[in-house]
């Protein structure tokens, strides 16, 4: 008798933990998921430059995947500029990681644009792994 007992005694209490467990992990998991951070590089890479200005972007992260990468006012010129932003588009749903270590192809005719956007990204990308 006593033998059951105490198998009873501690079945009930993994169940009681395994409840408890369920219910703390999930909520911190969510929490983690739909956590959103927001990065602009205007002030830390501002010396990065394309062919004539600074090419800041804002990137968005939510539940460690970059959501967006939007290009900032630039002084760059409008028609190489608007063509260079088309790689933003490469890192979306990419984790931060696979963004460090991404080599996106430049598109001709706006190479030098295109590397400081790249490199904006990463700059911003690695202040947040500080």
Do not use: R
């Not at 993994?14 to 959103?36: G, R």
């Not at 063509?83 to 598109?107: C, R, W, Y």
């Amino acid at each position: 008798m006593k033998k059951t007992s105490k198998i009873l005694i501690a079945v009930v209490a993994l169940i009681a933990l395994a409840s408890v467990a369920f219910t703390v992990f999930p909520a911190s998991a969510q929490k983690k998921a739909d956590e959103k951070k927001v990065i602009d590089t205007t002030e830390m890479c501002k010396d990065v430059l394309g062919h004539h200005a600074a090419t800041p972007v804002k990137i968005t992260i939510v539940g460690g995947k970059i959501q967006s990468v939007e290009a900032l006012p630039s002084e760059e010129t409008p028609s190489f500029y608007q063509n260079a932003v088309k790689i933003l588009d490469a890192f979306k749903g990419m984790t931060v990681k696979e963004a460090l270590e991404s080599d996106v192809d430049a598109i001709s005719g706006c190479t030098m644009s295109c590397e400081a956007l790249k490199e904006n990204i990463k700059a911003g990308l690695k202040s947040i792994q500080k």
